[in-house]
């Protein structure tokens, strides 16, 4: 939830599968276009914590409007981790979501005694 770092990982490559840009509805709806790099190198926008919008004076579709204003294609996903609305939405997206073609999915880790020992 620090916005001030929105800029930095937009504008480099840091092997990640995808951008995912998480906003939470304190923070306004008016970032999209307050930090457009990060959004606009997104896939996808998180909006988090929803379950505030009742005691919050954010617009949730023109916060939308803003952020497809600096990428159409950006998708949307509501969430809130207190009652869980839209976390199975989030974690399909996340299951779903393809390696880049010239990056593999690291390996699992080995799961026995060894392992254990290594997380102690």
């Not at 990060?38 to 926008?45: R, Y």
């Not at 949730?60 to 976390?87: D, W």
Request: aromatic share 6%.
């Amino acid at each position: 939830e620090n916005v001030g770092n929105l800029v930095c990982p937009a504008l480099w490559d840091l092997g990640e599968r995808a951008k995912v840009v998480i906003l939470s509805v304190t923070e306004g709806e008016d970032k999209p276009l307050k930090y457009p790099d990060m959004f606009a190198a997104a896939q996808l926008m998180v909006l988090n914590k929803t379950d505030l919008l009742p005691h919050l004076d954010f617009d949730v579709q023109r916060c939308v409007e803003f952020a497809r204003r600096v990428n159409p294609g950006i998708e949307v996903l509501q969430v809130s981790a207190k009652t869980g609305q839209g976390l199975d939405a989030w974690i399909d997206w996340l299951l779903q979501t393809p390696a880049p073609a010239n990056q593999t999915a690291p390996a699992a880790p080995a799961v026995g005694r060894e392992s254990e020992g290594a997380l102690r």
